[in-house]
């Protein structure tokens, strides 16, 4: 059966993307100082505007304001911003169910993490595409002063069952200055974002429709154009649609909170499971409860791909991987300050995270002689 999915990725200078980068700035802070620190501080932005808010238990001496404009600096602002600050100490009683002789959760909630075989990042192709299409402009507007740090890419794949067949549509919007036309812009962006992004997918854009700029001018850009708060990017961050999300964002969170942590641990578990060819595509979801160290369920969903039983996939998962938050944090060594690399082009599908690693497996006989006869087959 036909269909068409579609995915969108966001720049660093979308006002939503701005404050992930910046609340995973303070996180990494908190951590270079201090790794038991428990973090949930966001920001929300609006013109000249940052709002600074959220709960933090550390010992580290943070510089909220410094760190906050040199990201706004760092990304091509160059007015001065008001900072209004409202940051507490998380709530002595989730602390107490978080901080025991094990940690704990330090909330309920249901994560998902996703795998598909589809792509050598294990992702889906449309959020692959237009992931790529956002580092390319980036890396392109970085070389002049006519194009900013605010743009959009959006991608339409058509598949053929699971199977990608071809990129259907490519839209990039991005922000520029009132010199140029949009025949300029236009010319621009073809030749130095699309087209070397789509050359590395010969065969599958012949007959792509590229849209740039569609509403005309975009001038205006980042907070003076839109508001912006952490967290408004889940599906961005994830797998664009591909695949079901949590509850909750990532950016801003230390490893306690599951939301964040347990999400990744999936993602792990699942990228595992298709790189070790028990299934071309599979979905775990585990929940967990507020102050208990373990998850209180765990599924697995093979969309029919599985080359061994469903139930073997989820035996070899309890066998092979330990959802305990404790574990999770010290076997994808969640204490360091790698975080404000995640806040952009997607947490998942790019090997410089831990938990994009490959688990090699262990199973049993029988189901080593099934995977290899299909093989063979």
Known sequence: MKKIIT?????????????????????????????????????????????????????????????????????????????????????PDINKAVVKKRLCAGDQGMMFGYATNQTPEFMPLPIVVAHKLMKQYEAFRRTTQIFYADAKSQVSVCFDGNKPEKIVTVLVSVSHSEKLSAEEVRENILKNVVQPVLNEYKGMYEETKILINPSGKFTIWGSFGDSGCVGRKIVVDTYGGVGRV???????????????????????????????????????????????????????????????????????????????????IQELDLLQPIYKKTACYGHFGRDEFPWEKIKGLKFEKQINEVLKNRKNS
């Open 7 to 91: 995915s969108e990725s966001v720049n660093i200078g979308h006002p939503d993307k701005t404050c992930d980068t910046i609340a995973d700035a303070f996180l990494d802070e908190a951590l270079r100082q201090d790794k038991d620190s428990q973090m949930a501080v966001e920001c929300a932005i609006k013109n000249d505007k940052l709002f600074i808010y959220g709960e933090a238990t550390t010992h580290a001496k943070i510089d909220y304001d410094k760190i906050a404009i040199d990201v706004l600096k760092e990304i091509g602002y160059t007015n001065n911003f008001q900072i209004i600050k409202e940051i507490g100490q998380q709530s």
């Open 246 to 328: 949590g509850g909750g964002c990532f950016s801003s969170k230390n490893a306690t909170k599951v939301d964040r942590s347990g999400a990744y641990y999936a993602r792990y578990v699942a990228k595992s499971i298709v790189a070790n060819g028990l299934a071309n595509e599979c979905e775990i979801q585990v929940s967990y409860a507020i102050g208990l160290e373990k998850p209180i369920s765990l599924n697995v969903d093979c969309f029919g791909t599985n080359k061994v039983p469903q139930e073997e996939i989820l035996h070899i998962i309890e066998n092979n991987f330990d959802f305990s938050l404790e574990n999770i």
